[in-house]
């Protein structure tokens, strides 16, 4: 079975500018995330969607992040304009369904550093 | 506000040494919790899970413990290997109709020849 795949591995850009990142979920899984993990922390949750739609963007900052999931298969999270403190590592995750027991099955992530 | 602290920050331990990792909660409404292992550079694959009702969970050489009346748990290393240096995240999960992740900072783990 094929894992989470996610593009592109790194990123380096400069503040101000704009960045994508892609995530291809396990086939099938209903729900995906999008986790921001700043180093020696754990992951913190962006958005949550189940198919394409968004369950949970509470703390996501919506002035300069955002996310899709069009046809409820891939994703794309967007940061514009990127600040130096968005230097982290993005994670995807999905799983099969919105069942707290479910696992989560992660990517390998986007390590992004602003400059 | 749920939280997950996790204890020790780091530690270095020597190759076939035992280890324990420690992980205090505070969650609601508990649904069950997590072991993750996160290797430098990838993403964080699951160990363990146990619910309410599940007091140890095991993986290979991996041991988990919880005890949902204190809100803490334990991850047990038998006779680490170089294979094991990575971050463990302790992940509790509230179901309110929707499941809601807690994740501790991690401990991270180094162990050397």
């Known amino acids: 079975e094929a894992g989470v795949a996610q593009s592109p591995r790194y990123k380096i850009i400069e503040k101000r500018q704009s960045v994508a990142f892609w995530c291809n979920p396990i086939s099938g899984h209903a729900t995906l995330y999008w986790y921001q993990q700043i180093l020696g922390q754990g992951p913190k949750l962006l958005i949550q969607f189940q198919n394409n739609g968004v369950v949970d963007d509470s703390q996501l900052p919506k002035d300069r992040f955002s996310a899709e999931r069009l046809k409820g298969v891939d994703s794309t999270l967007k940061i514009q304009p990127a600040k130096l403190e968005d230097s982290a590592v993005y994670l995807c995750a999905s799983s099969p369904r919105l069942e707290g027991t479910d696992t989560q099955y992660f990517g390998p992530g986007t390590r992004l550093t602003v400059l | 506000k749920n939280q997950v602290e996790q204890s020790p920050q780091s530690l270095i331990i020597l190759e076939g040494k035992n280890c324990t990792l420690q992980?205090?909660?505070?969650?609601?409404?508990?649904?069950?919790l997590r072991w993750y292992k996160q290797d430098t550079g990838r993403g964080p694959v699951s160990l363990t899970i146990?619910?309410?009702?599940?007091n140890t969970k095991s993986n290979g050489r991996y041991t988990a413990t919880l005890d949902a009346d204190t809100k803490q748990s334990s991850l047990h290393i038998t006779a680490s290997q170089l294979s094991d240096s990575a971050s463990y995240i302790c992940?509790?999960?509230?179901?309110?109709?929707?499941?809601?992740?807690?994740f501790g900072k991690g401990n991270q783990v180094v162990v050397i020849p």
């Open positions: 992940v509790v999960s509230a179901w309110d109709g929707n499941n809601r992740l807690a």
């Open positions: 146990m619910t309410f009702s599940e």
């Open positions: 992980c205090n909660y505070t969650v609601s409404p508990f649904s069950n």
